[in-house]
């Protein structure tokens, strides 16, 4: 995956409208109030036609916005963002994700070497706690969760995809997302790949970040069919069986 040359500044935002810009809209303004000197542009693609007048909006970086023929999926919008990268990182961000610090510039200075993704803990509106570390996806796993014996690694399996800040040269290495995922499942499958070339997971305990979330998949047949066929798609992968490999071997040294 080629890409432009690298500028000064550090994070190339991408940001993806799937007709809800109302709630981008707060969103860039709170990245200009915390994070504006870290951030060298935002890619806003349009995924469905709508409106999107970003001219009242005094933004201290610019807005890029891609405006698509046809809807593309979640891994697609984003590695169409990513050609126009220029950056040394390439945040990937929900719309309903919210800011209430900055939380790009300590990602990016406490990063480790290694660390090709990193994310802060995600917090849901109306809880104290941050969400549960993601463990690795199995039918057992999935069915255990609401169990009061459940209990959640003490370092994520992988990172969900409303806030992945990932080093470019990482998401260059590893060709971006699998686009056979339309939506769903992709946030699994590019951390799989990005752990088996090397390449750590990163999540700042100390850093907070709120996410709205919406889950579309628990309300709407067509989402939980696409969440259902990504999760069939994860188990045929060879990424799968390689990563759940590592894994066990991780945790038995």
Aim: charged content about 20%; aromatic content about 10%.
């Amino acid at each position: 995956m080629q890409r432009s040359a690298t500028s000064r500044l550090s994070v190339t935002v991408s940001i993806v409208s799937h007709g809800h810009l109302e709630l981008a809209l707060p969103l860039l303004q709170q990245l200009d109030t915390y994070s504006h000197t870290v951030i060298d542009r935002v890619l806003l693609t349009i995924n469905i036609p709508e409106k999107s007048d970003l001219a009242d909006l005094a933004l201290r970086f610019p807005v890029d916005v891609i405006n698509n023929r046809q809807p593309k999926g979640f891994g697609a919008n984003h590695n169409h963002a990513f050609l126009a990268c220029k950056a040394p990182w390439f945040l990937i961000l929900n719309p309903d994700i919210r800011l209430t610090a900055d939380v790009l510039g300590p990602l990016v200075t406490r990063a480790d070497a290694k660390s090709g993704l990193l994310a802060p803990r995600i917090i849901e509106p109306g809880k104290m706690a941050p969400e549960n570390h993601r463990a690795l996806i199995t039918p057992k796993e999935i069915l255990s969760r609401h169990s009061r014996h459940y209990q959640s690694p003490a370092v994520p399996v992988w990172i969900p995809g409303m806030f992945m800040l990932f080093r470019s040269k990482t998401f260059a290495e590893i060709n971006g997302f699998d686009e056979r995922f339309f939506m769903y499942g992709e946030d699994f499958d590019i951390c799989a790949r990005a752990r088996l070339a090397g390449w750590q997971l990163q999540v700042d305990e100390n850093l907070r970040a709120i996410h709205d979330a919406r889950r579309a998949s628990h309300k709407s047949h067509r989402h939980l069919y696409w969440h259902v066929a990504s999760l069939l798609k994860v188990w045929m992968s060879a990424a799968f069986w390689r990563y759940r490999k590592l894994c066990r071997y991780s945790a038995s040294i």
